[in-house]
């Protein structure tokens, strides 16, 4: 379907001529790419060209592109044109491409994005008064549609890697994520002077945490840490594993994987690294994949930490009952509903709610809350920093991510501090802060201790 106008506008005005292919006059195009030229020269070669291509007075291409390319492909002396006599205007030139590519299926969402938002742009250089409205009008499309074109034409301005984005949905997706963080950087920014914000800023540093521990530990041996919470890189590939994802959350390309062949040193230097911040009397909660407990567990066991031979589980579920699960091989596996950890400790730490069970059920962060791929609910956090230490503990975190640990610790009076490789992360966190209503009840009594 096309546009009923600009058909009765154009049909008085056309004829059917055949013309030498150099006479062609190639301008600005806004498809980039043609798909299956070769075969469709072979095609025009053996059947003649079924649909001619379009030109105005001055035998500009206005519509036919693809097939043009066929032509000079297939070394043919002479193409079939449609010319529009009176059609040699920019405007002209674009809406006859958009029409005609408008409906074609091998046209990207962001080549259909850009055309229309140049046809939008032209009109208005020659009417103040131009509005979308009526570019939806003379594109005969709906008011909404051309106003999300619209959008993405802007968007793609201003960030041309969305162009990688293979569907339309995706690229909004990547939109909100992108807003997500503009906004929380925009209320840090605003509300820099929030003691939360002053206080949490000095907690989670962009940095490395195997550095950062060792320095910490050069510093001050004598820590007062007693929890440590360790979330590391899984070494699955989660990038690929969670491709799906990549567009859904923008974010995910960001997260910090760590290889298989690397992983077993990684595993010896954090417990290491953990072992000599761990305080006198400390619990260390590690989060693993299940292929590599029993590495952790040796390896934990080999810096000095005792650790549970049963590890604590997180079932996805509320009061016992499991949730959805997931996998993303269901014809060969069961979707899976829990994620385990190990408890370990260093010293003689004693547990705050004694003889609770190991299983904390708590339903996963909705995708649409989160701003981290891994990220925790925050509800689970607490519970687990009740589980094990009492008010007014230091909480260190190597590996914070979203933080969300550190936004757990605030809530149960507690200081948390750690590091993050990625910086665009920390303001997520700050900003989150703020929507857990802090303010001047962060203690900062600990500031110093964790500094050192």
Same mark, same amino acid.
């Given at each position: 379907m096309c546009n009923t106008k600009m058909r009765k506008e154009?049909?008085?005005?056309?004829?059917? %001529?055949?013309?030498? %292919?150099?006479?062609? %006059?190639?301008?600005?195009?806004?498809?980039?790419?043609?798909?299956?030229?070769?075969?469709?020269?072979?095609?025009?070669?053996?059947?003649?060209?079924?649909?001619?291509?379009?030109?105005?007075?001055?035998?500009?291409?206005?519509?036919?592109?693809?097939?043009?390319?066929?032509?000079?492909?297939?070394?043919?002396?002479?193409?079939?044109?449609?010319?529009?006599?009176?059609?040699?205007?920019?405007?002209?030139?674009?809406?006859?491409?958009?029409?005609?590519?408008?409906?074609?299926?091998?046209?990207?969402?962001?080549?259909?994005?850009?055309?229309t938002d140049y046809i939008d742009q032209l009109k208005k250089a020659n009417d103040p008064n131009w509005s979308g409205r009526k570019t939806a009008e003379l594109l005969g499309k709906g008011k909404s549609a051309v106003a999300k074109d619209l959008k993405l034409a802007e968007a793609l301005k201003n960030v041309p890697e969305l162009k990688n984005c293979k569907t339309e949905a995706d690229a909004n997706k990547v939109l909100v994520n992108i807003s997500k963080k503009i906004d929380a950087q925009q209320a840090v920014d605003k509300h820099k002077e929030n003691p939360a914000i002053l206080a949490a800023v000095t907690h989670y540093t962009i940095g490395d945490a195997f550095l950062g521990m060792e320095e910490m530990y050069d510093a001050n041996p004598n820590s007062m840490v007693s929890l440590i919470e360790i979330d590391p890189p899984y070494a699955i590939d989660l990038q690929n594993i969670k491709k799906a994802d990549l567009t859904k959350d923008g974010s995910i390309t960001n997260y910090n994987e760590v290889k298989t062949n690397d992983y077993e040193d990684f595993i010896t230097r954090t417990c290491t690294d953990v072992f000599n911040c761990a305080g006198e009397d400390c619990w260390v909660i590690f989060w693993h994949a299940f292929q590599w407990q029993q590495l952790i567990r040796d390896s934990l066991e080999d810096v000095g930490f005792i650790v549970d031979p049963v590890p604590g589980i997180w079932l996805k579920g509320e009061d016992g009952k499991e949730g959805s699960g997931q996998t993303n091989q269901p014809k060969t596996y069961l979707a899976r509903c829990y994620e385990p950890f190990l408890i370990a400790r260093k010293g003689k730490p004693e547990v705050q709610k004694q003889g609770r069970s190991n299983v904390f059920s708590f339903k996963p962060t909705p995708a649409a809350q989160k701003y981290h791929p891994t990220q925790r609910p925050l509800a689970l956090m607490n519970e687990i920093i009740k589980t094990f230490v009492h008010p007014n503990s230091i909480i260190m975190v190597p590996f914070l991510g979203s933080g969300i640990t550190l936004r757990a610790a605030y809530q149960n009076h507690c200081t948390g501090f750690g590091w993050e490789l990625n910086e665009n992360n920390k303001p997520l966190f700050l900003a989150s802060l703020l929507e857990d209503g802090f303010g001047a009840d962060i203690l900062e009594e600990n500031t110093d201790e964790v500094s050192t």
């Open positions: 154009t049909m008085s005005n056309r004829k059917l %001529i055949s013309i030498p %292919i150099v006479d062609i %006059i190639i301008g600005k195009r806004f498809r980039k790419k043609y798909e299956g030229i070769e075969e469709l020269s072979t095609s025009i070669k053996e059947t003649g060209l079924i649909q001619p291509v379009t030109i105005n007075s001055k035998k500009e291409l206005m519509a036919g592109g693809r097939r043009y390319m066929a032509h000079v492909m297939g070394q043919l002396s002479h193409i079939d044109c449609i010319m529009l006599e009176d059609s040699s205007s920019e405007v002209d030139l674009r809406e006859v491409e958009l029409v005609e590519n408008l409906y074609r299926q091998d046209m990207t969402w962001h080549e259909r994005a850009e055309l």
